[in-house]
């Protein structure tokens, strides 16, 4: 298999913005000198160097200013020159649109125009070495047919072969040198000898040698080429090679380390054009904690010159109404157990002892130590783990049952921390799977069985013999380092920087590209170091599943990078908009992160990095936007935008409704969503006239103003009549009137009846939740997080179940008469009378089950309005025209939101707050069917008047449907709430016990979370 290389107009002009620096720069076609002076001889080498520039710094800065204004960059006013010497050029490219494509073909045009030969490209790592050795090989005939047979000469400098060096001076051809940082900067034998006189060089220096040919020196990822410090021993000795000048290519240069940017196509412009995957997120969090197992995470230790060194940690803490996880900074000295509210958990060895900066791990006083990006007392990460291994099969299923036919391969990532999560390796040197690929086998045999017993008309046989044919155990694979003895070992990176340093680091996963493309590769599942940063990605992998806890040193889109190329097919075509079409692209091309923590943290994350790597771009949409610039037409034909022309595409934009006030109207952004922009003389351009659009932004401008005008809520008599929803409203219909018998209870016969019906200790969830990141309006969007939203029924919920801790022991009696002031006689007593399953409950969680049955009991010590009622049924029902009596008006996003689920195509809600996040949720949550506000006229009849309740809902049970009755609330407790309306909440549920038969559930909640935890109760 060969991948397919094309000609794309944004890679062509990224090379003509370099080129095009040098305007006025004759072609020479050959310039030569003789070798210098070694030993006393001359030597009769002739050296093949790059003609000098020979434009002055007011010529090369009109120059740049002029691409700059063509490009919509803020224009320099000086010249910038790298180490205060030479001329640098910044090109920004978002990760996976073809950056070492553009720079080879950049060396081309250099050639073609100027006839420079001499390019050595800089590269931080092996991983990336391999990269671009990959893409010099594959690109070759690509570009030979395109510059009229010409061919590169490259190499990867090796210190113990250095005749390739007298190669590259001495070929008048173009050539190219690869070479890593470590090569030559680096303390090491092999890294001094470019620096060197070498015997078996002629007693020269190699890096002399190199100097004399004035190279182009391209820096790849130069914000790791580089660093940080802008006077340091890398850049001193960059300048060894005597540069023409520097060529920066990154997606994420450092802001106060860029050079004269003449181009750019970040994030905003490859999502909006297409030009990589679409990114849709799955988080799975922990809903709650259980306070017993003593967990600790360390996320990272904070250095300075000025203060001793900080860690940031994550533990568990009980409040007065919760047990919840806590981040925080923390010095040495740090007590867990005042800090945790007094988890006993905490109550010995949990003292922060020391904080080891040099080796990045703190020591707690019970002499455990704990290493950066390491927890402990994560009860659960096994069954997490097991879900997002099973999560990502079940992804990469689905999706391979999308793109088999296509001739689509499917392939996923795995992340871990440590080689031994992967493969363990016994005294005799044999090996056997860790524990993650112990769970993948299995959940990979599971899930290909459902699959296959499924009764799915649509399955294509030829994929599920496909499937038969690919054993688990064959069809995941581990790319590590290895040693000598070909064992896999974790990658080493030292702290704070992205440098491998064993030097065949990767190899293996550089060299396998195009064979894990083919369908006949039975490899799929790809496990790989979490260390692995820039270098590695391939245009098929479509799940990325991070198996480790989250590090705040782990960029997000270093993560997804290694998949935001567009797909290739079996024939190397990649499936883009020209192949697929603008709308066909993201159909196909979506990838999948499986994230260790929450979607909601993961996307923020995201957001706040892409926004970080935008610059400041134009806000207003003027006639310079399109002059000088070069438009293709649908025919295909091409010319640059004149003033005069560029004058006309303006008007057109304005008479259209386009463009006001020099700013994009809302219907820009709705005509180009559905594809129907018109343009009358310059509709052959309309596409290259939206793409200079997509990179114009002003927030304010496109929003469209609610203006709060109100819209009338349509009822939906299609879902009413559905079979979930009649059912439910059978249930609920009936009519009842009410007797009330005044009578006293004690407090223990309260309690006791409190706890068996109010006791709800949560169990502890995992919250699956999938969002999307297509389209990038602004920089202020993604800032906001408001670019990645989350996905319709996009949310999941799995109960963890045995997950308490057994080593703490509590005294529950002395707790509770902390909490309430009762005496331990009474507690006992309260306690021994609740029923069985109300008191299980402690199993679940002994924090939460003490913090919830102390607030109980002082709730029972406040006077009862009502302690007995009775309902009965009448012989009347209500009527199905209350949905239509009155009707329901509300304004989108400000006291309603759209619907798909409710009876009414807009949920119209009393506050903006509890309501509002409560309709969102049920409209996200798979397991919600059908659910309605209940319209006004449907009542209960309570001695202290009316009451409407709030929601009915009907839910998906593994065996049958189930249905609630729901009333929102912002507080949870009892006594927040009003007496009369705490009342007839309480009346209400005496009338659907007595009209449901207990078919029906009814709570008051204050949040999905808590009538997800009823449901389970």
């Avoid at 412009?269 to 997120?281: G, M, R, T, W």
């Avoid at 871990?416 to 045999?445: C, H, M, S």
């Avoid at 969007?781 to 029924?793: N, Q, V, Y």
């Amino acid at each position: 298999m060969k991948i397919q290389y094309k000609h794309q107009a944004f890679q062509k002009e990224a090379a003509e913005a370099v080129v095009n620096v040098f305007c006025g720069q004759p072609r020479v076609e050959e310039f030569g000198l003789t070798s210098t002076t070694t030993r006393g001889l001359r030597l009769a080498t002739k050296v093949f160097c790059n003609n000098p520039i020979v434009l002055n710094e007011q010529q090369l800065k009109k120059n740049v200013q002029e691409i700059q204004e063509q490009q919509q960059l803020k224009p320099i006013d000086k010249l910038q020159l790298l180490a205060k010497k030479t001329l640098a050029l910044s090109i920004e490219m978002e990760t996976g649109t073809g950056k070492t494509y553009t720079y080879i073909k950049t060396m081309y045009e250099l050639h073609k125009q100027y006839g420079w030969t001499k390019f050595i490209i800089v590269v931080p790592s092996v991983a990336i070495r391999e990269g671009v050795l990959k893409s010099l090989s594959s690109t070759a005939d690509h570009f030979a047919e395109e510059y009229g047979g010409e061919r590169m000469q490259y190499f990867v400098y090796d210190s113990n072969n250095l005749t390739a060096i007298d190669q590259f001076c001495s070929d008048a051809k173009i050539q190219v040198m690869v070479i890593n940082t470590q090569a030559f900067n680096a303390t090491g034998t092999d890294a001094r000898r470019i620096t060197s006189k070498q015997e078996s060089f002629n007693w020269r220096r190699p890096i002399d040698v190199l100097a004399e040919t004035r190279p182009i020196l391209i820096i790849d990822e130069p914000q790791s080429v580089l660093g940080a410090v802008k006077s340091n021993k890398t850049r001193e000795r960059l300048q060894q090679f005597n540069p023409l000048f520097y060529l920066l290519y990154s997606a994420t240069h450092r802001k106060d380390d860029l050079y004269n940017q003449v181009y750019r196509l970040d994030a905003i412009d490859a999502f909006n054009q297409h030009l990589v995957k679409k990114i849709e997120v799955i988080g799975v969090e922990q809903v709650g904690t259980t306070g017993t197992s003593g967990f600790l995470y360390l996320d990272a230790i904070e250095l300075s010159k000025k203060m001793p060194p900080r860690a940031r940690i994550t533990f568990d803490t009980a409040t007065k109404q919760k047990v919840s996880s806590k981040t925080c900074w923390a010095n040495e000295g740090f007590d867990l157990y005042p800090m945790s509210g007094e988890l006993e958990a905490y109550r010995e060895g949990f003292q922060i002892e020391h904080i080891d900066g040099a080796r990045g791990c703190i020591r707690l006083s019970s002499g455990q130590e704990i290493n950066e990006g390491e927890a402990i007392g994560a009860i659960h990460e096994e069954t997490i783990r097991r879900i997002q291994i099973r999560t990502t099969i079940d992804k990469h299923l689905k999706r391979e049952r999308q793109l088999y036919l296509k001739g689509i391969k499917v392939l996923s990532l795995f992340f871990i921390d440590a080689v031994e999560k992967y493969r363990l390796y016994e005294v005799g040197g044999e090996t056997k799977n860790g524990r993650w690929a112990e769970i993948f086998e299995e959940e990979y045999q599971k899930a290909v069985e459902e699959l296959q017993k499924g009764n799915d008309l649509f399955m294509s046989q030829e994929y599920l013999a496909y499937l038969k044919g690919i054993s688990a155990e064959k069809t995941h694979a581990g790319y590590f380092s290895k040693d000598k003895k070909g064992k896999l070992i974790d990658s080493k990176v030292k702290r704070g920087e992205t440098i491998a340093n064993d030097p065949d680091a990767y190899q293996l996963i550089m060299k396998d590209k195009e064979r894990l493309l083919s369908l006949e590769e039975p490899t799929r599942f790809i496990f790989s170091h979490s260390a692995l940063k820039e270098g590695w990605d391939n245009p098929n992998v479509f799940q990325i599943c991070t198996l480790k806890q989250s590090n705040s040193e782990v960029k997000k889109r270093q993560e997804v990078g290694r998949g935001m190329r567009l797909c290739v097919d079996q024939e190397g075509v990649r499936q883009d908009s020209e192949k697929l079409g603008t709308h066909g692209v993201y159909d196909i091309n979506i990838l999948t992160i499986i994230a260790s923590e929450s979607y909601k943290h993961f996307s923020e994350a995201l957001q706040k990095e892409l926004a970080e790597s935008i610059t400041s771009r134009a806000m207003l949409v003027t006639a310079d936007l399109f002059i000088g610039k070069q438009m293709v037409r649908i025919d295909g034909l091409s010319s640059v935008v004149t003033s005069a022309e560029a004058a006309s595409i303006m008007e057109e934009l304005i008479t259209g409704g386009y463009v006001k006030k020099q700013k994009l109207t809302p219907k820009y952004f709705e005509d180009k969503e559905h594809d129907a922009i018109e343009l009358d003389e310059w509709e052959g351009c309309k596409k290259a006239i939206t793409q200079e659009l997509d990179k114009v932004f002003d927030p304010k401008s496109y929003k469209v103003d609610n203006g709060r005008r109100k819209s009338i809520a349509k009822f939906r008599e299609d879902l009413f009549k559905k079979k979930e929803f009649q059912d439910l409203w059978k249930k609920i219909n009936q009519k009842t009137f009410y007797h009330v018998d005044f009578e006293t209870d004690n407090l223990i016969e309260a309690s006791i009846k409190r706890l068996d019906d109010k006791l709800n200790v949560p169990r502890i969830q995992l919250m699956i939740t999938t969002g999307t990141l297509e389209n990038i309006s602004s920089k202020e969007a993604l800032e906001s997080g408001k670019a990645m939203t989350e996905s319709k029924d996009g949310k999941e919920t799995k109960e963890l179940k045995e997950v308490v801790s057994s080593g703490v022991r509590y005294d529950l009696l002395g707790e509770l008469v902390e909490k309430t002031g009762l005496k331990r006689s009474t507690i006992a007593a309260i306690l021994q009378g609740v029923k069985k399953e109300t008191f299980d409950q402690y199993h679940y969680n002994p924090e939460a089950f003490i913090i919830n049955v102390g607030n109980l009991i002082n709730e029972q010590k406040a006077p009862s309005l009502i302690e007995h009622i009775e309902y009965k049924k009448t012989n009347q029902q209500y009527e199905v025209s209350l949905f239509s009596e009155y009707e329901l008006r509300g304004s989108i996003n400000v006291d309603a939101i759209e619907s798909e689920k409710s009876l009414y195509d807009l949920v119209v809600v009393d506050s903006l707050g509890v309501e509002k996040t409560f309709a969102e949720e049920l409209e996200r949550h798979k397991e919600v069917k059908i659910y309605t506000k209940l319209p006004q006229g449907f009542y209960i009849n309570t001695p202290l008047g009316k009451y409407n309740p709030d929601w009915a809902i009907v839910f998906e049970g593994e065996e049958k449907h189930i249905y609630f009755v729901a009333e929102t609330k912002g507080s949870m407790s009892d006594l927040q709430l009003r007496p009369i309306e705490q009342g007839k909440i309480e009346c209400a549920k005496y009338h659907f016990k007595t009209i449901a038969n207990g078919e029906v559930k009814y709570e008051t909640v204050t949040s999905f979370e808590d009538l997800y935890n009823l449901l389970n109760k």
